[in-house]
């Protein structure tokens, strides 16, 4: 089992950025695939970034525009996304996910590959 705890979400204007961690317990994450997700209010969750398991391989939503960096630390059993000149449609719970199959690159953007979940921080951006 593994247990994922985001941090780093928060208020801010519009423009800004903000770091967002998932530190895992339990079940070592250091051969896991990854992911964030945001949920938007009204709207349902969709993958934001997702990261493979050495953290060689990347992927994200086209919709980013590159705005948005994943990264992992498996020596700290932490992901980290950096999020950049922010927007208020920026604004969501943003999770943290992981694929329980080892040592993969990418299991897609759909909730239903990923085992593990975080409760989630709250991104709310300001115009």
């Known amino acids: 089992q593994v247990h994922l705890v985001e941090s780093g979400g928060g208020l801010v204007q519009a423009g800004n950025s903000l770091r967002l961690s998932c530190t895992a317990s339990g079940r070592s994450l250091t051969n896991l695939a990854m992911a964030w997700f945001r949920q938007a209010p009204g709207k349902e969750r969709q993958m934001v970034a997702a990261?493979?398991?050495?953290?060689?391989?990347?992927h994200y939503a086209d919709s980013l525009g590159g705005r948005f960096t994943i990264s992992r630390d498996n020596a700290k059993t932490t992901i980290y996304l950096e999020t950049n000149s922010l927007k208020p449609e920026d604004t969501a719970i943003y999770s943290c996910?992981?694929?329980?199959?080892?040592?993969?690159?990418?299991?897609?953007?759909?909730?239903?590959?990923?085992?593990?979940w975080g409760q989630g921080t709250q991104v709310t951006v300001t115009s």
């Open positions: 996910a992981a694929t329980s199959a080892s040592y993969a690159d990418y299991v897609g953007p759909f909730q239903s590959s990923y085992d593990y």
């Open positions: 990261i493979s398991w050495s953290g060689a391989i990347s």
